[in-house]
């Protein structure tokens, strides 16, 4: 009985369009073939990577290539600047407990970036595991192809929100004090009324006593 033929695990497509999950427009990348008969191929997104389409696109493909390598170089040069500036601050707004209102997710970070250097980059680039809660520092993985590196993040108080909340607690610890004040005040004269009653009371009993043995 003949052996069954056992087909590829994958097979190499070209990308005709930019997928955060596959990979850049007019890049080779491995895919499983019922993905790519199922998915790929009927939308349009990509081709068989065979001698016709890589001839066919050979052009457009260097092109890209040329382009993420450039793009390469930037990003390095990017993590420099941020390495040298200890990476970027985000100011958000957070309660007493230091969590935040709003989380920091990966658009605000690339957002920051985007502000402070005027590099634009794609969030799916940010490994961020779970989003950003609360006050602090923390470190964001990022991978695009070969390079790896490590963003710093911090989360600082908004100002004006950290004025509030000051302003709040000293208002709640100035009410609190004269409460304090004036309980304490009140067991003070308790105590002296009571003492007061007691003193006249002996009196009172003393000189009931003189009266009736008086001679």
């Known amino acids: 009985m003949p052996r069954r033929k056992v087909e590829n695990k994958t097979i190499d497509v070209i990308l005709l369009e930019n997928n955060k999950h596959l990979g850049e427009k007019f890049e080779i990348v491995r895919v499983k073939p019922i993905f790519a008969r199922n998915i790929l191929f009927p939308q349009n997104i990509a081709v068989l990577a065979d001698a016709g389409n890589k001839n066919k696109f050979a052009q457009k493909m260097k092109a ?3 382009d993420r390598t450039k793009k390469a170089s930037g990003l390095e040069d990017l993590f420099t600047k941020l390495t040298n500036d200890w990476g970027i601050t985000i100011v958000r707004k957070a309660n007493a407990d230091n969590t ?3 989380k920091v997710d990966e658009n605000d970070i690339v957002a920051t970036i985007k502000e402070i250097y005027g590099v634009d980059l794609e969030a799916h680039y940010l490994k961020l595991k779970k989003k950003i809660t609360a006050l602090g520092s923390f470190v964001v993985p990022f991978l695009y ?6 963003i710093a993040v911090k989360v600082e108080q908004d100002p004006a929100e950290a004025e509030k909340l000051a302003k709040a607690k000293s208002s709640k610890t100035a009410k609190a004090e004269p409460e304090e004040e004036v309980v304490k005040k009140t067991k003070e004269e308790i105590m002296a009324e009571k003492e007061e009653a007691r003193r006249i009371k002996k009196e009172e009993t003393l000189k009931r006593l003189k009266e009736k043995f008086k001679d």
């Open 64 to 66: 890209a290539e040329a």
């Open 100 to 102: 935040l209102y709003a």
């Open 145 to 150: 192809k070969e390079l790896k590196k490590d």
